[in-house]
């Protein structure tokens, strides 16, 4: 009989930084967010509205389209932001911005048919789970302890 000693093979897990982890969520935050749109054209009627100049009960203008636009650049630059903003700031931009998303998510369902509230329920709330996890990330960033005055920096005090 022969007697295995050797441990298996472990896949290695290195640790991901929380920068990485924040742009990865909100490049998918993004995808979904654009492809909801983009499914919700399909939907019986809503080219025959945009064709007749109206988005759900707005007239399509500058500003609305502004707006839109405005609406979908935030967590489209959060994606950079998050790779480059030192670590105070950014946490403070990803706690702002996703805290500021999970409402503006839930009320793109106003006004919807019960008909349409798999599609709805299902895309807020991978939505929502993705800005909770943007939230949970950057309120439990690591912290670097304080390195303690030592007589280097006391000396140089003095």
């Known amino acids: 009989m022969t007697i295995r000693t050797k441990p298996p093979n472990l896949l290695d ?20 967010y654009i492809y909801v749109d983009y499914f919700h054209l399909y939907k019986p009627g809503t080219v025959g509205n945009i064709l007749a100049g109206v988005v759900f009960e707005f007239d399509i203008s500058p500003t609305l389209l502004t707006m839109m636009l405005a609406s979908v650049s935030i967590p489209a630059l959060m994606v950079m932001l998050s790779m480059t903003l030192p670590a105070r700031v950014n946490r403070a931009a990803n706690l702002v911005a996703a805290s500021l998303y999970i409402p503006y998510s839930v009320v793109n369902a106003a006004g919807e048919s019960w008909d349409w509230a798999p599609f709805y329920g299902l895309s807020i709330g991978i939505e929502v789970l993705l800005l909770a996890f943007i939230l949970r990330s950057a309120w439990t960033w690591p912290r670097t302890p304080a390195v303690p005055a030592g007589p280097a920096t006391t000396d140089l005090r003095q």
Request: cysteine-free; overall charge positive.
């Open 13 to 32: 897990n290195p640790p991901v930084p929380v920068q990485v982890k924040l742009a990865a969520a909100w490049t998918s935050f993004m995808f979904l």
